[in-house]
């Protein structure tokens, strides 16, 4: 079993930044891969970025391209989520997830509230 828990959520202004961690413990050797996800009101969870556990590979989507970055300290079993340039769009519940080799995204943190004001 794996165990997340995030933090760094937050208010910010349009224009603002924040940092989101995402503490994993527990059989952190199972790990493949780490990912962001985050879910709107009224909306559907959406899959924002993802990173192998090696950081080889990584994705974004279109939206946050070039505003977020996703990084990895393994030492410290930490994934983070730089946000800058935030929009008020980008308001949201962010979820940080992982999965095993051959898994689905099984293991997930609580979710921490990120705020955007105009």
């Known amino acids: 079993q794996v165990q997340l828990v995030e933090s760094g959520g937050g208010l910010v202004q349009a224009g603002g930044s924040l940092r989101l961690s995402c503490a994993a413990s527990?059989?952190?050797?199972?790990?493949?891969?780490m990912a962001w996800f985050r879910q709107a009101p009224g909306k559907e969870r959406e899959l924002i970025t993802t990173?192998?556990?090696?950081?080889?590979?990584?994705y974004y989507v279109d939206s946050v391209k070039g505003r977020f970055t996703i990084s990895r300290d393994n030492a410290k079993n930490t994934v983070y989520l730089q946000m800058n340039s935030l929009k008020p769009e980008d308001t949201a519940v962010y979820y940080c997830?992982?999965?095993?080799?051959?898994?689905?995204?099984?293991?997930w943190g609580q979710g921490t509230q990120v705020t955007v004001s105009s």
């Open positions: 997830a992982a999965r095993e080799r051959k898994s689905s995204y099984d293991y």
């Open positions: 527990g059989r952190t050797i199972s790990i493949y891969a």
């Open positions: 990173m192998n556990w090696s950081g080889q590979s990584t």
